[in-house]
């Protein structure tokens, strides 16, 4: 339309009105008031996460996710899990989904529920990744949720017996050594043997001692004791197997060694005896006893 700057300012007044018609006033103002924009749009973030299993029931790992600033708008943003050295199913449960963080608001809370064991193993980890976020820029989309193990590896050893042998013939007594769950990593448990009615320095059983090595992924070990045999009658005779370590939970840390005897009892036998009677006098008649054997 035409301008004459000549005339009445109705004339620049009825321009002005047609140039700004309703319809660009109203895109001007949404232009001018959108929080849209790259300049004015929060920051997104999730936090990582560090918690303990627990025994047999779920926990809840809770990630926070955060915004830098509130948004007018509702947040939306996208979010699945992905396995680490834990496994999705196994370890944890997983989860895809979406997040709303209202408007107004700067934070909201991703559950995973992480399921407990009572088995001894390594720390354990998984990620939530996030993606396809709305009204908001993202800033860290990925987060760790570690599973602390809480369970501590226990070990136990054995009993044993065997039939001792005879003079001038040895055996070895097994014990075995077993961990609640394989050894994740290299460790060794300490034994020693100790007296009962056994007893290496009277030749029952020969003095042991040392370190049974498990390598990562075994969890048993064996440990031999000599026991030395003998042509004494005696009663069945006994002696332990302590192990140690003080890394790990003693379950059982005496193991009993039975020597069962195998020899019959000596025969007991007596000789006649005669003597000459002396007048008037009293004297001592000798009977030898005997023994086919030595006994214990």
Request: aromatic share 6%; with cysteine; proline share 3%.
């Amino acid at each position: 339309m035409r301008m004459f700057t000549d005339r009445s300012t109705n004339k620049i007044t009825l321009f002005l009105k047609i140039f700004l018609s309703p319809a660009f006033l109203s895109f001007m103002l949404l232009a001018g008031c959108s929080d849209d924009s790259a300049a004015n749009r929060p920051l997104i973030s999730i936090d990582d996460i560090s918690q303990s299993e627990g025994d047999t029931a779920s926990t809840s790992f809770d990630f926070q996710v955060m915004l830098s600033e509130t948004s007018s708008s509702d947040v939306t943003v996208e979010y699945h899990t992905e396995d680490g050295t834990a496994m999705a199913d196994t370890d944890y449960t997983s989860i895809s989904d979406t997040l709303t963080i209202p408007a107004g608001s700067t934070s909201g809370t991703i559950s995973i529920q992480v399921n407990g064991d009572m088995l001894p193993e390594q720390d354990e980890t998984f990620s939530v990744v996030l993606s396809s976020a709305t009204k908001a820029d993202m800033q860290k989309d990925r987060a760790t949720g570690t599973i602390i193990n809480d369970d501590q590896l226990s070990a136990s050893i054995d009993d044993q017996s065997a039939v001792e042998l005879d003079t001038g013939s040895t055996m070895t007594m097994f014990f075995t050594i077993s961990l609640s769950a394989p050894a994740q990593e290299q460790l060794t448990v300490d034994y020693i043997t100790e007296d009962d009615t056994a007893s290496y320095e009277e030749n029952d059983y020969e003095f042991t001692s040392g370190s049974a090595v498990f390598d990562a992924g075994q969890q048993t070990q064996t440990v031999g004791v000599k026991i030395i045999g003998d042509d004494l009658y005696e009663g069945n005779e006994m002696f332990h197997v302590r192990i140690s370590n003080p890394n790990l939970v003693m379950e059982k840390d005496l193991g009993t060694g039975t020597i069962e005897n195998n020899d019959n009892p000596p025969v007991l036998t007596i000789d006649d005896a005669s003597l000459s009677e002396a007048d008037c006098q009293s004297a001592t008649m000798d009977f030898n006893l005997h023994l086919n054997t030595p006994s214990g």
